[in-house]
């Protein structure tokens, strides 16, 4: 299954934003609100960040904010914290193959 | 609280079969869906399917059919993960995570089990 397309790298500051996107078509991030995206810290399982492309689980940081525009979703991280450091991978329901993951950006706190 | 416990590390020859645990507590556990996730060193995060813990019916992802099979125990809460004929290129960490009051919703995962393949 093709993965969604997402940078493979992204870097920021402490207190400064940074916006990771993640680009599929119209079979999944385009054609439905069920983006989902995960922080994964080293050798840790995956951490629920956003769902249904803008919704925060209750005890995620609202520095934490989801969006979509046509066949790319965002994630902004505002505030940049040294603890951010980590991979993030979106996910999307599709229309193919049901579930797909975005392949992962890792980001930097600089 | 609501938590996933995954069954411990396995080294395995190519040709054998191994057999993953997740033990769900602190919810209902036929009343939430268990997704598998593969995670292969240094690698991004593959969907693999996932087993309705009410019916037992199970999806997989293309390229997970044939030598994977998704099962359940009810009785102790348990969903399971059997890779048969193992290859070299089945090593990877593999996860399972309960799909929450959301369609793509992965709000609960296990710490992953890591499966080495290796003669």
């Known amino acids: 299954q093709s993965a969604l397309t997402q940078p493979a790298s992204v870097s920021g500051s402490p207190g400064q934003s940074i916006t990771i996107s993640c680009t599929g078509t119209?079979?999944?991030?385009?054609?439905?609100?069920?983006v989902s995206w995960y922080q994964q810290h080293p050798g840790k399982a995956p951490k629920l960040i956003i769902y249904?492309?803008?919704k925060r689980p209750s005890g995620v940081s609202n520095r934490f904010s989801g969006s979509k525009s046509g066949n790319t979703a965002s994630l902004t991280i505002s505030g940049l914290q040294a603890e951010d450091e980590a991979d993030y991978y979106c996910?999307?329901?599709?229309?193919?193959?049901?579930?797909?993951f975005g392949g992962g950006t890792k980001l930097t706190v600089l | 609280q609501e938590q996933l416990v995954q069954s411990g590390s396995e080294l395995k020859k190519p040709g054998a079969s191994v057999k993953v645990s997740c033990k769900a507590s602190?919810?209902?556990?036929?009343?939430?869906?268990i997704h598998w996730v593969r995670q292969a060193p240094g690698q991004g995060l593959e969907w693999m399917g996932w087993?309705?813990?009410?019916?037992?019916?199970?999806t997989y992802a293309q390229g997970f059919t044939g030598r994977f099979v998704f099962s359940l125990d009810t009785s102790v809460r348990k969903a399971y993960l059997q890779i048969s004929s193992l290859k070299a290129e089945d090593t990877a960490v593999y996860f399972c995570?309960?799909?929450?009051?959301?369609?793509?919703?992965?709000?609960?995962w296990g710490q992953g089990t890591l499966v080495t393949v290796s003669s």
């Open positions: 995570a309960r799909r929450g009051d959301g369609y793509n919703k992965f709000d609960f």
């Open positions: 602190g919810y209902t556990f036929t009343s939430y869906a």
């Open positions: 087993i309705n813990t009410n019916t037992g019916n199970p």
């Open positions: 119209s079979s999944d991030v385009g054609g439905y609100d069920y």
């Open positions: 249904d492309v803008s």
């Open positions: 996910s999307s329901y599709t229309s193919r193959t049901l579930r797909v």
